[in-house]
């Protein structure tokens, strides 16, 4: 059974930056796109961005300026930077990978990471 594997959450003050990391335990035989969401107290799960296998992103307006998404295809490792953090991005976040072997497609989400920002 593959896990998503994250990594970098935490408590940081408005205007910190923090990076997540997330790969998966084992191997996935196509990585297609890979992603982050977050959810918070109260609310409904929410795209924040991903990324396709040749590199194109989209991102929630909300972060758009201050967060970037990459991945390292080799690594099947897709990472988070977010700056200029605020308080309204308090959330557990979660990673997203979209994965497919011949016709069949498979969606994985990682166990969550909190993310919590201070005013």
């Known amino acids: 059974q593959v896990q998503l594997v994250e990594s970098g959450g935490g408590l940081v003050q408005a205007g910190g930056s923090l990076r997540l990391s997330c790969a998966p335990s084992?191997?996935?035989?196509?990585?297609?796109?890979m992603g982050w969401y977050r959810q918070a107290p109260g609310k409904q799960r929410e795209l924040v961005a991903d990324?396709?296998?040749?590199?194109?992103?989209n991102y929630a307006d909300s972060v758009k300026g201050r967060f970037t998404i990459s991945r390292d295809n080799a690594k099947n490792t897709v990472y988070l930077q977010m700056n200029g953090l605020i308080p309204e991005d308090t959330a557990v976040y979660y990673c997203?990978?979209?994965?497919?072997?011949?016709?069949?497609?498979?969606?994985?989400w990682g166990q969550g990471t909190q993310v919590t920002v201070s005013s």
């Open positions: 990324i396709t296998r040749g590199g194109n992103t």
């Open positions: 084992g191997s996935i035989f196509k990585i297609n796109t």
């Open positions: 997203h990978v979209n994965a497919s072997l011949f016709t069949k497609s498979f969606a994985y």
